[in-house]
């Protein structure tokens, strides 16, 4: 029977300033340069297991990208929260027009795409790594792409303390490494939200009323994030506290229904190390 996660589900609503606070243990490694005021939890380590981050690049008018929605979402229905879903507009079909006035696009998105030539779409990319040769994985391989990334071991937990009110997003992680890794190490937030409705073309048809799930808005530090520790080198049994705010109020997202996704990556490979996820709201 697969583990459960330990991983913190926890949202406290209060407004502080961005911050990162000492981990309490023997071997803590924090960032001086801002202060957290949450505490987290012990960690059970024997619960962690790793999970897969699925970046799906999309588009309003991409006639076979509905499919890629569909096929995204049986797999999540297997696989459960082991995969942790993005889904990127970017490319010639997420551009805006007189029918399809959304723009889904970001900053984020668009450099994703670019750095690791998806070219089409639909196509997902998993971990950030390659598979059977390329980034941008076919629809049809993303099951088997899941079974080759779910064998790999997790190295690391993230814990998320999400806090909001009067329009302030703050995210409070603490990432504890379980192993060492020699590359230096970033985190990266993500923010993305589900049920939005907009039109899209589904074939030879398009639906007015379309719901786009896990569609990325953007993020609190960056496409690749920033370095978990001063110069991003960890060390192992040791947790690194991270805490970014992003103001919301003047975003027309729907709060209720937008999320956190916290990425672990190797600063030099871009490969995800792990992924967690969590509401900014308690629901």
């Given amino acids: 029977m697969k583990k459960i996660t330990f991983i913190l589900t926890i949202v406290v609503v209060a407004v502080i300033i961005s911050s990162c606070d000492k981990v309490e243990g023997p071997y803590l490694q924090y960032d001086e340069s801002v202060e957290t005021t949450v505490e987290f939890p012990e960690l059970d380590k024997n619960a ?5 981050l699925v970046e799906e690049f999309t588009g309003h008018r991409c006639t076979n990208c509905p499919d890629g929605h569909r096929t995204l979402a049986t797999l999540s229905n297997l696989y459960g929260d082991t995969l942790v879903s993005v889904c990127i507009h970017a490319g010639t ?3 805006p027009t007189g029918s399809f006035p959304a723009d889904f696009r970001t900053q984020e998105g668009t450099e994703l795409f670019n750095d690791f030539n998806i070219g089409a779409t639909p196509r997902a990319l998993f971990n950030q790594s390659l598979y059977n040769g390329t980034y941008g ?7 088997q792409a899941i079974e080759h990334f779910k064998q790999d071991p997790a190295i690391a937990a993230i814990q998320i303390i999400n806090e909001y009110a009067a329009g302030i997003l703050t995210v409070n992680t603490r990432t504890t490494f379980l192993t060492g890794h020699e590359d230096p190490v970033k985190l990266a937030l993500y923010v993305i ?5 907009s039109p899209q073309i589904d074939g030879s048809t398009t639906v ?12 609190l530090n960056g496409t690749y994030g920033t370095f978990i520790s001063d110069n991003g080198n960890v060390v192992a049994d040791t947790g690194y ?7 919301c109020a003047d975003k027309p997202w ?3 229904r937008c999320s956190v996704v916290a990425i672990l990556m190797d ?4 490969e995800v190390l792990q992924v967690e996820k969590l509401p900014f709201l308690n629901e």
């Fill in 267 to 270: 600063a030099t490979t871009k």
């Fill in 48 to 52: 962690v297991y790793k999970k897969i």
């Fill in 193 to 197: 939200e589900d049920g939005i409705i």
């Fill in 241 to 247: 506290t991270k805490s970014y705010q992003l103001a």
């Fill in 208 to 219: 007015e009323e379309y719901e786009h799930s896990h569609v990325l808005r953007g993020s």
């Fill in 137 to 143: 994985v076919e629809m049809a391989n993303w099951g």
């Fill in 93 to 95: 079909f997420a551009m």
């Fill in 254 to 256: 729907n709060i209720s």
